[in-house]
């Protein structure tokens, strides 16, 4: 099978003698027969762009995925398919290769011999969102470039199929994916979905009892606007077609070439933005072509970007033996690294579930019979316990820049956070809880549609997620990691992370202001009830995953320059870090051992937060 989309998240990343980049080489991915479905497809991006590209029954298609592709229900939406034939279609069995070539960052796609040969190459600039095709044959052919979409109407969601977005499985009647606009534009193909100004996220802000404070409110959905523009050298519009492929519908709208040649090339610029019109969408995107159009070196600076990601970290066990799991070990590592180094420069993170790298989701579950859109767990909403693998592993494999977007996720919603503690509870720091939207509140499903009257509004009415504060700590350890790596300046970053912090020093007085007088317990520490030890140890007393989250994050603050942590701000953290409980221990077998919390009510999951101070 060609599903090679392995994970490995490895906190020790080390290679053997290698020279140069010529090491990754061997472990390019080459197939030597079309493949049967987009499962067998091939990732190739760059910048924040990713196609999943494969060759079936001759025609060569690719999906293209872009960060930030947020729609009106928090659908990360793909931005189409595309199709490309050529008449004579040279793309045969005969001689067929299709090739990873990860040192450059790119794919090849060869057929045929002599004069039935044919060379296809795929890319992604990594500075400017564009995507490349080339097409080299050593005859004369038409090509016809299609672009597809499923969105070209607007499509009812079905039952489960609403867990690619925010309502999960709570979605209202008739929610429907809108349609997306499309059309030919003098000799190009315009394509493109925008958001309404109502969205997911006036939903989720009425629902939590935040309407009050809306104006002031970070809101990435409203006007969202994600798509680009086909346009091929020596092509004009020829028509569109409707088909279906797998269990999905859809139109396509095609150029062709104005006459046979032995070369043709294609582009797909792309934009996404939030502008109060359409027209400053397309503005965008049209300054967008005119600057790649005059850049002459994007695929040197292309090359030249991937060829140092790899001199940069790289596992290499039992050089050119494939044949062995040493080496398997290391092809798997280069790979997924080629996976994220796709989004090195996004606005938004790397999901955790899938990334920018999905396909057609009836090969996962056959019950899953919808769109390309579709992944679990949501698109706009992340998950900090499982996105924390995806960006810790970049510590060590220094690939530093990569972590940014996984930060602005959450300095960018910082605001929204703090409101949500001056709303509910009349005091300041950040609440961040787990399953969060991309506007820094719980998501609405999670969150709760049906609850208890009189509950804490600034509570998740969910029997997993209730009290789990802490996740946003091991991103704000992550940033003082780069800083202790690299020594950068986080200085951006500091308000954030003394956010955090101040908010369980604030909110944990606060509730013991509610059971008694006092605020501390007896030795003057912060009495961290009830709390969540991850999502296993419930109504928790002292969770030793936050309690090792609290010291850790404040420890290294207090390590910061003076002119990034004054003097009256560090005397004020040093308080702070006094008043913090000790992690517990328990005995097991005559055995003092880590425990989970001091106390706790209850056992929900099966991890292990006892771990929390020795990870990562």
């Not at 229900?73 to 931005?79: I, V």
């Not at 969408?281 to 850049?295: H, P, R, T, V």
């Not at 600076?301 to 001199?311: F, G, I, S």
Request: hydrophobic residues 35%; proline residues 4%; glycine residues 8%.
């Amino acid at each position: 099978m060609r599903k090679f989309f392995y994970l490995l998240c490895s906190a020790l990343l080390f290679g053997t003698h290698v020279s140069g980049q010529s090491y990754v080489d061997q472990y390019n991915v080459v197939w030597n027969t079309q493949s049967q479905n987009s499962s067998e497809s091939m990732p190739c991006g760059g910048g924040d762009i990713g196609l999943n590209v494969w060759v079936e029954d001759g025609d060569l298609l690719f999906y293209v995925s872009r960060s930030g592709t947020f729609d009106e229900n928090n659908t990360m939406l793909k931005l189409g398919r595309v199709r490309v034939k050529l008449t004579p279609n040279l793309l045969t069995e005969t001689n067929f290769r299709q090739e990873l070539k990860l040192r450059d960052g790119y794919v090849r796609i060869e057929a045929g011999e002599g004069r039935n040969a044919v060379g296809i190459d795929l890319w992604v600039d990594v500075f400017r969102p564009v995507v490349h095709l080339e097409i080299d044959a050593k005859q004369a052919v038409t090509a016809e470039i299609a672009y597809e979409s499923w969105r070209y109407r607007d499509r009812d969601l079905r039952g489960l199929e609403s867990n690619q977005n925010s309502y999960k499985w709570a979605a209202p009647k008739d929610l429907q994916t809108k349609a997306d606009t499309i059309r030919f534009e003098g000799e190009e193909v315009l394509f493109y979905h925008r958001n309404p100004t109502e969205t997911l996220f006036e939903v989720t802000v009425a629902q939590q009892g935040m309407d009050n404070v809306k104006d002031r409110m970070m809101n990435p959905l409203a006007h969202r606007t994600s798509g680009g523009l086909l346009t091929g050298r020596n092509m004009i519009p020829a028509g569109t077609y409707q088909g279906e492929y797998l269990n999905t519908d859809y139109k396509g709208w095609f150029l062709q070439s104005k006459r046979p040649a032995t070369r043709h090339s294609a582009q797909i610029y792309l934009h996404v933005e939030q502008t109060e019109t359409a027209q400053e969408w397309m503005d965008g995107l049209q300054a967008i072509k005119a600057a790649s159009e005059k850049s002459r070196d994007a695929r040197k600076q292309t090359r030249a970007w991937w060829n140092q990601y790899w001199e940069r970290s790289y596992i290499v066990i039992n050089e050119n033996d494939p044949q062995s799991e040493g080496w398997k070990i290391g092809r798997n590592y280069q790979l997924f690294r080629y996976m994220l180094g796709c989004n090195a420069f996004g606005e938004w993170p790397t999901k955790f579930n899938g990334g920018l790298f999905t396909y057609d989701p009836v090969f996962t579950k056959e019950e899953y019979a919808y769109t390309p859109d579709f992944r679990n767990w949501g698109g706009g909403t992340h998950t900090a316990q499982n996105q924390r693998l995806v960006y810790f592993p970049m510590l060590k494999s220094g690939d530093f820049e990569m972590m940014t977007p996984q930060f602005e996720f959450y300095n960018r919603s910082l605001g929204n956070a703090e409101l949500r503690s001056e709303v509910y509870w009349g005091h300041g720091g950040a609440s961040f809880t787990e399953q969060l939207e991309n506007y820094g509140l719980p998501n609405p499903s999670e969150y709760g549609w049906k609850r208890r009257e009189g509950y804490d509004p600034g509570m998740e009415y969910n029997a997993w997620l209730e009290y789990q504060w802490d996740t946003s700590l091991e991103f704000c350890l992550m940033i003082l990691e780069v800083r202790r790596y690299t020594g950068a300046d986080i200085s951006r970053y500091v308000p954030m992370i003394e956010s955090c912090l101040d908010f369980f020093d604030q909110h944990y007085r606060y509730l013991a202001r509610q059971r008694g007088i006092k605020e501390l317990n007896g030795e003057g520490k912060l009495v961290l009830y009830p709390g969540s030890a991850c999502e296993t140890y419930k109504m928790a007393y002292d969770a030793t995953s936050t309690i090792a989250g609290l010291q850790v994050v404040t420890d290294q603050l207090l390590r910061l320059e003076e002119r990034v942590l004054p003097a009256e701000k560090r005397e004020r953290w040093e308080k702070f870090r006094e008043s913090l409980p000790d992690i517990s221990f328990r005995e097991i077998d005559g055995h003092p051992v880590i425990a989970p919390a001091k106390l706790w009510e209850r056992i929900n999951n099966t991890e292990v937060p006892q771990l929390y101070p020795v990870f990562p």
